[in-house]
């Protein structure tokens, strides 16, 4: 089984479906035994949907940047 860091350095990926069949079958078997790492996806899984339902049609630059930092940082932690 994948570790945390693993799990976490690839959870974007996986929830955009951008990591192999392989991949995905690991994540997914850590995130059913890993209650931490099941936080961080539904932490995310609502990130997006947030997103997605208070999204303008173009974000000024310095906000995407700070939104992009802001996103590889969870994904590093």
């Known amino acids: 089984m994948i ?3 693993d799990a976490v ?3 974007w990926d996986f929830l ?4 192999s069949a392989e ?3 690991r994540i ?3 995130l059913n035994v890993c209650r931490r790492c099941c936080g961080e996806l539904e932490f995310a899984e609502e990130l997006r949907r947030f997103l997605a ?3 303008r049609p ?6 995407e940047g700070r939104l992009t ?3 590889h940082g969870i994904e590093s932690a």
């Open 3 to 5: 570790s945390c860091s």
């Open 28 to 30: 997914e078997e850590h």
């Open 53 to 55: 339902s208070h999204a």
């Open 23 to 25: 991949d995905a079958a």
């Open 58 to 63: 173009e974000m000024p630059d310095d906000v």
């Open 9 to 11: 350095q690839q959870l």
């Open 69 to 71: 930092a802001f996103l």
């Open 16 to 19: 955009e479906r951008e990591v």
